[in-house]
């Protein structure tokens, strides 16, 4: 069973995007959810996470521009992100904490340019 990310794409400097990840029911009882991404060259990071109850931590070079959330009756979770940078630019996917190696699906490309 995998994760599938969506919501990706071309943004200027600057502009927003809302990534969207949805799973089945069984993979969002898992009580840790988390955005992830890889950017060409690098190695994949964490980026954000969220319990089941709300709570969430994020990487220090998103904080206050990066949002999550999930919508437990949706089995969703969103990334909202503004004021983005070039250096954003990556793939994005979701996963568990810790990610499970059957979860990880295709990604959403971002790419941060003018």
């Known amino acids: 069973v995998q994760l599938q990310a969506s919501g990706g794409g071309l943004v200027q400097p600057g502009g927003s995007l809302r990534l969207s990840c949805a799973g089945s029911g069984m993979i969002f009882s898992i009580s840790v959810m988390a955005w992830y991404r890889q950017a060409p060259g690098k190695q994949r990071e964490l980026v954000a996470t969220i319990t089941r109850g709300g709570s969430t931590n994020y990487r220090d070079p998103v904080k206050g521009r990066f949002t999550i959330s999930r919508d437990n009756a949706k089995n969703t979770v969103y990334l909202q992100m503004n004021s983005l940078k070039p250096e954003d630019t990556a793939v994005y996917y979701c996963?568990?904490?810790?990610?499970?190696?059957?979860?990880w699906g295709q990604g959403t490309q971002v790419t941060v340019s003018s």
């Open positions: 996963n568990a904490v810790p990610p499970t190696r059957d979860y």
